[in-house]
């Protein structure tokens, strides 16, 4: 029979269990247990752990092969697009496109944290980025699928395809060429499904041609082929590689505040080998972006013993399991970053985290859990510390968490813009309400079409 | 339906020494054949040597009896009781965060293979998957029908009590805060953005060319006939402005 707590501290009541009659305990110190032990955090959540598989390939390759064979387009990032290169987890070179941009929203975030899309937007017409928000554009429908298995290989590919041939011809329009603007993500879980659904399409000649079929027939087909995005960008990467220019833009010091990420699951976890990485960020442990933008404006990030972890949205979960989404939320999640690294906010970088993890505080405090930290996306925060307005850009009035705390730490008078957005609402009221670009080029076919002419360069 | 004095194996596989009659091997076998026919499933699965990796990531192994190690060893295995026993309760707990595909040094993916245990589950019309999703029929209608998954509509306080009193911390109209949103296309309510009338209904090409409406008829008739007379109206009224374009 064992006794012994696993740490020379034979309190009763406080044993190991379920290891056998062979098992003794080692009585070690709590201190000789830690050493014992640290291998492990030194190892496990780190990038070593998403390194060491055997077969590993860059799905662009077979992308660039079928191109030669003339079995799709490819959908290029080119000069137009002023890209950007980054490494990714394998050191492999990655495009990044940083302008004549399409937005590929996302429906969370647009239903339910408006600000998320908006601050995007709002840094882009700060840099005189040149980028499309239209109607015609389906969600990535990968949640409901996750969510329920409703949907299969076919339907994701086909929206995928969909979705990025109305990004490539967009532009005509406004009386533009095909392929002027570049289809940016902003959802996480679109960005992993899309990714990996890239991959299905570039290995299965069957998919292709199932699809091709499907394309055809919604008159979606380039030349008679498919057409396949270069890269697959989410809105992070592009906020990532824009850092040190956002930061020209920066009024507000936020050397003081003490930030925590949390890196979303389908950002970096679904198809690893394309997430970025940066030796200088986190010794280049830590994904990239979101860290990278942070450390930049000032801010100082602190690692957290579960930072690896997922947020517990669920995806179904979120919808008819709450009570794991809210427990995993506030205990491997908001409470270690408040207790542990003494937090000022959480900031993440997709839809699904930072509803659940903003949404999930207030329930804490019945069953005894109190936790209060702000959360934000990082495109809010770059806004934010840019001058964005809190509430008529950042629209933080949607957030449940108590984002009037970060605000104060900033030196932001909350009160009197939660006041100047407040009178504001009556000119929206009376149709007066302000816009981040022309709302005639938010159709570009179909009934409410208006041909507007392209003014700029 | 439940038993008290049986358990869940005895209940849905069927208990050797008993008289109750095990599920038809057929129908385990045609289960698992249609598991095994996504083009997905030779990625996902490459071996296992049961180091459990996966299952000590897995955050939805923290709270509920799953274990992604046991879904990867009953498909390698092809332990075809067990592979329906997991299809009835287990299958439904994983968080699909992929954490467990992106640790495994084998390069299985036990989150995708849970979604095709669950595709099969709906396609195999198991109770399971009917109960389980039923909640989650309102999201599944916005989808199908709109384009979007979530709506402004649907994040309200009476439907999520628990979110507590500041999902709105500036008291308005829902219509008002929304077109306080400087981006035209989110000024909706009933949608997360507006969708075209033709994005909409080149969606529902797509969902009837693959075979997602069939699914969706198994597991909810009712929600199945309301989308598609959804469908059929958005349709009429896109042929009614082409046909009007054609006049001009």
């Not at chain 1, 879980?189 to 069957?206: C, D, I, M, P, W």
């Not at chain 1, 806004?383 to 809190?390: E, R, S």
């Not at chain 2, 339906?1 to 208990?15: A, K, N």
Request: hydrophobic letters at 35%; a negative charge.
């Amino acid at each position: 029979m064992t006794t012994g707590n696993g740490n020379g501290d034979n309190k009763g009541g406080e044993r190991f269990t379920g290891h056998g009659a062979e098992w003794t305990d080692a009585n070690l110190s709590q201190k000789d247990a830690q050493v014992a032990t640290v291998w492990v955090e030194q190892i496990v959540n780190k990038r070593s752990m998403l390194t060491n598989k055997d077969r590993v390939e860059d799905v662009r390759d077979a992308m660039w092969e079928l191109e030669k064979d003339g079995e799709i387009v490819v959908h290029r990032i080119n000069d137009q697009h002023q890209p950007a290169m980054v490494k990714t987890l394998y050191g492999w070179d990655k495009k990044i496109p940083t302008n004549q941009l399409w937005h590929h929203k996302s429906c969370g975030q647009c239903g339910n944290i408006p600000g998320y899309p908006a601050s995007l937007l709002w840094l882009m017409n700060k840099m005189d980025i040149r980028y499309l928000d239209e109607t015609d554009q389906t969600s990535c429908t990968a949640w409901n699928y996750h969510g329920s298995g409703i949907g299969n290989i076919e339907s994701l590919a086909a929206v995928f395809l969909r979705n990025f041939h109305q990004a490539y011809v967009s532009a005509k329009a406004q009386g533009l060429p095909e392929g002027y603007y570049y289809p940016l993500v902003h959802c996480g879980t679109s960005f992993g499904n899309y990714k990996e659904v890239r991959g299905y399409l570039l290995h299965s000649a069957k998919l292709r041609d199932r699809v091709k079929t499907i394309l055809g027939k919604l008159g979606r087909l380039v030349d008679g082929k498919l057409l396949i995005p270069e890269e697959i960008v989410h809105y992070s990467e592009w906020v990532h590689v824009m850092r040190d220019r956002i930061k020209e833009h920066q009024v507000i010091d936020c050397s003081n505040i003490r930030a925590t990420v949390h890196p979303a699951c389908h950002v970096y976890k679904m198809v690893p080998e394309d997430a970025i990485y940066d030796d200088d960020i986190l010794e280049g442990n830590r994904l990239a972006v979101t860290t990278g933008v942070l450390e930049t404006l000032g801010t100082q990030v602190i690692d957290y013993s579960t930072w690896y972890d997922c947020c517990g949205f669920g995806f179904r979960h979120i919808i008819s399991e709450r009570e794991f989404t809210r427990s995993f939320a506030i205990d491997r999640k908001l409470r270690v970053a408040q207790e542990e690294a003494r937090a000022d906010m959480m900031i993440g970088h997709d839809t699904g985290c930072i509803t659940t993890l903003d949404k999930n505080q207030w329930i804490g405090a019945a069953v005894g859990k109190p936790v209060e930290l702000p959360v934000l996306a990082d495109c809010q925060f770059a806004a934010l510390v840019c001058g964005a307005h809190p509430y008529k850009i950042v629209q933080s009035h949607w957030h449940a968490s108590p984002t009037e705390h970060l605000f104060d730490k900033l030196g932001i008078d909350w009160q009197a813009k939660k006041k100047e957005f407040e009178e504001y609402l009556k000119d929206v009221e009376a149709g007066r309400g302000e816009s981040l670009y022309d709302p005639r080029l938010m159709i570009t076919s179909g009934p409410g079409y208006k041909a507007v002419e392209h003014k700029g360069d | 339906m439940s038993h008290s004095s049986t358990s869940r194996i005895q209940e849905y596989i069927g208990d050797p020494v008993s008289d109750t009659p095990p599920v038809a091997r057929e129908q385990l076998e045609e289960i698992f054949q249609d598991i095994q026919a996504d083009l997905r499933f030779d990625h996902e699965l490459n071996g296992c040597l049961n180091c459990g990796i996966c299952t000590a990531t897995c955050p939805a192994a923290h709270y509920y009896d799953f274990s992604p190690r046991e879904i990867v060893q009953l498909l390698w295995t092809e332990n075809l009781e067990g592979i329906y026993d997991a299809m009835q309760e287990k299958i439904w707990s994983c968080a699909q965060c992929y954490t467990c595909a992106a640790r495994c040094p084998f390069g299985n993916s036990p989150g995708g293979l849970v979604m095709l245990m669950r595709e099969t589950a709906i396609k195999h019309g198991m109770e399971s998957a009917k109960s389980v999703l039923r909640p989650f029929s309102r999201v599944m209608l916005k989808l199908i029908s709109t384009g979007n998954q979530l709506s402004p509509d649907m994040i309200n306080p009476e439907g999520f009590a628990d979110w507590g009193p500041n999902v709105s911390k500036v008291d308005a109209p829902l219509t008002t805060l929304r077109k306080a949103i400087p981006m035209p296309t989110l000024h909706t309510t009933k949608t997360a953005w507006e969708v075209n009338l033709k994005t909409s209904v080149e969606l529902y090409t797509i969902w009837e060319e693959t075979g997602v409406l069939d699914s969706l008829e198994t597991i909810d008739e009712n929600l199945f006939d309301v989308i598609l007379d959804i469908m059929d109206e958005k349709r009429d009224d896109y042929e009614d402005w082409m046909d009007e374009q054609d006049d001009d």
